[in-house]
């Protein structure tokens, strides 16, 4: 679970996965959720500057945590992430913590579409908005039937990810999520059902958004 989040735009004044929701921080909801569709441990990239409090923040996680410090950028904090893990056989899923409210059946989903032989899988949801691209006239319109925003948790074959990060390291490329980095080793990207309970809390609007669909 990558948790290095500054929180700067939320105006926490903290690291955006301790901020509170109701009551319980942002990185100890992702844990139940992410337990709830059948993650069975999780390792939490967080601050070096802060691992004391998120030390504190999944003690009473329903899975094993072990709270690891993180890099510069999102894909350096993926690799010491994996780098924590003991050795694996099964799916590895990459979440934000900042996406709390993911619901169960988005992770099983994702679970079993790796079980199931996909080597990179994406929840994704269509978009609703109406979208511009930027020209050197101005702008123009986009076909958005064929365009999907991604979520999280993304999962992966362990070996595939791990040597698709070493891969990117390699050639110094900078990369936005885990599934990029996979693409750019030259494999597919399968996609599953988000949902709009994913949603990213990122500013104070969304965090009102996510009290209100928990009904506070």
């Known amino acids: ?119 990179a899988v994406v929840p994704v949801v269509a978009v609703t908005d109406s979208i511009r691209r930027l020209t050197d006239e101005g702008s123009e319109m986009v076909d958005r039937s064929t365009l999907r925003a991604v979520q999280t948790p993304q999962g992966f074959d362990p070996g595939v990810l791990t040597r698709a990060h070493e891969l990117v390291r390699e050639r110094g490329l900078l990369v936005t999520d885990d599934a990029a980095a996979c693409e750019a080793a030259g494999h597919p990207v399968t996609l599953v059902a988000g949902a709009a309970e994913s949603m990213k809390i990122t500013t104070p609007a969304d965090l009102r958004f996510a009290e209100a669909l928990l009904g506070d």
Do not use: N
């Open 1 to 119: 679970m990558v948790a290095a989040g500054s929180g700067v735009r939320l105006g926490a004044g903290m690291p955006k996965a301790l901020v509170r929701l109701s009551g319980r921080s942002l990185v100890a909801r992702s844990l139940d959720s992410l337990a709830a569709g059948g993650v069975a441990e999780a390792v939490v990239v967080a601050p070096a500057g802060h691992l004391v409090e998120f030390e504190k923040a999944v003690t009473d996680s329903p899975i094993p945590v072990r709270v690891v410090p993180g890099g510069g950028e999102r894909q350096d904090s993926v690799q010491l992430g994996l780098s924590a893990l003991d050795s694996v056989d099964g799916p590895v899923l990459v979440h934000d913590a900042a996406r709390p409210l993911v619901p169960a059946r988005v992770v099983s989903a994702v679970i079993e579409a790796v079980r199931g032989g996909a080597v």
